[in-house]
């Protein structure tokens, strides 16, 4: 009785999301109606959403200037450190209007898979670097008199050289910066662009060496010594897992609780071996937040006993930590590594 009362209960849900659905989201946009004014656009950054942008604003009809600091495009992508992979799938990282025809067939790719086998092809078969000037740095936004916005840019600046671009093109000294002016600025520097290092009491006493993550390439260097990462995030989590193979003893630091810890593979023994988050979906984040927690939380404790799962001791830990933490995947953001 239980059952089909909760049976019930869900057909009834559904039901009303599908016919109240039109009432609660508007119209989609028609992807290729053009603008009815036309624009000149500039945009500051060439990485995902400057690419993206570039390619939306041309089916409207817009013209477009973009200004990339770095010698490629790729923006935080083209600048990661050694064996950097992605923390999400093909199936969700993907882009909608391009595909490299392996769909079928999800995977997690590297950082430089994802640039140079997905952005760059797709950069080059929608023809979009024609309108983009690397190692250019937009030193200042400014509004014009007649309303409008221009731009100071400082052309052939110094670029970091990095594996998927080594051989950036000098800095020249004697480059004169010129003025642009345009209808709108779309500003595509990301969030993750600039970096702070905090300052410890005490830390002048420290004899040994204290890095960021920006400024982590691989754990060569760190080899045979005894290492210490402060921060959980994704950064913290791959560097860690990298470092803890060659150092001698490695910690991790965190001030609070941890993320959910999740594995980018679903594990070969569970039957699915697939990138986790092809278990993601519309459908499961659509369910009561109590009803999604309460399932999460029963499936951790049913993989915890799973017998084809015993043997794998790292993900055994995983989910030691992540109950003992109250958390599942609708409860907090999560953390992967590349384990």
Not at 92 to 99: I, K
Not at 170 to 183: E, G, L, T, W
Not at 186 to 215: M, N, Y
Request: hydrophobic share 35%; net charge positive.
């Amino acid at each position: 009785m239980l059952l089909l009362s909760a049976v019930a209960l869900f057909v009834i849900w559904v039901l009303w999301n599908h016919f109240t659905a039109k009432a609660r989201f508007p119209p989609p946009i028609q992807p290729n109606e053009p603008a009815k004014v036309k624009k000149h656009v500039g945009i500051i950054g060439c990485g995902v959403s400057g690419l993206l942008l570039m390619k939306e604003l041309r089916e409207k009809g817009h013209t477009f200037e973009c200004y990339e600091m770095l010698g490629r495009l790729g923006g935080v992508f083209a600048k990661t450190y050694d064996n950097a992979t992605m923390t999400s799938g093909s199936m969700t990282t993907g882009l909608s209007y391009w595909s490299d025809g392996k769909d079928a067939e999800p995977t997690v790719w590297s950082c430089d898979q994802y640039v140079t086998e997905q952005l760059d092809r797709m950069a080059a078969e929608l023809n979009l670097l024609e309108h983009v000037k690397f190692q250019h740095r937009v030193d200042v936004v400014r509004r014009a008199g007649d309303g409008k916005y221009e731009l100071v840019v400082q052309p052939d600046v110094a670029c970091k050289p990095h594996r998927l671009c080594p051989n950036p093109k000098p800095a020249d000294p004697n480059a004169q910066a010129f003025v642009r002016k345009f209808d709108q600025i779309i500003v595509c520097t990301g969030t993750h662009r600039d970096w702070q290092l905090p300052v410890f009491p005490g830390q002048e006493k420290f004899k040994g060496t204290i890095i960021h993550s920006a400024d982590y390439v691989n754990a060569e260097p760190l080899a045979g010594k005894r290492v210490l990462t402060i921060g959980g995030g994704e950064s913290g989590a791959d560097i860690t897992l990298q470092i803890a193979r060659v150092a001698a003893k490695t910690a991790i630091c965190i001030r609070g609780h941890h993320g959910h810890l999740i594995p980018r593979w679903l594990p070969k023994g569970s039957g699915h071996h697939m990138p986790t988050d092809v278990n993601t979906s519309r459908l499961r984040y659509t369910n009561p937040l109590e009803m999604g927690v309460a399932g999460a939380t029963t499936l951790l404790k049913y993989r915890r006993w799973h017998p084809r799962l015993q043997k794998n001791k790292v993900l055994q830990k995983m989910i030691e930590y992540n109950l003992d933490n109250k958390s599942c995947a609708f409860t907090k953001f999560g953390c992967k590594n590349t384990s």
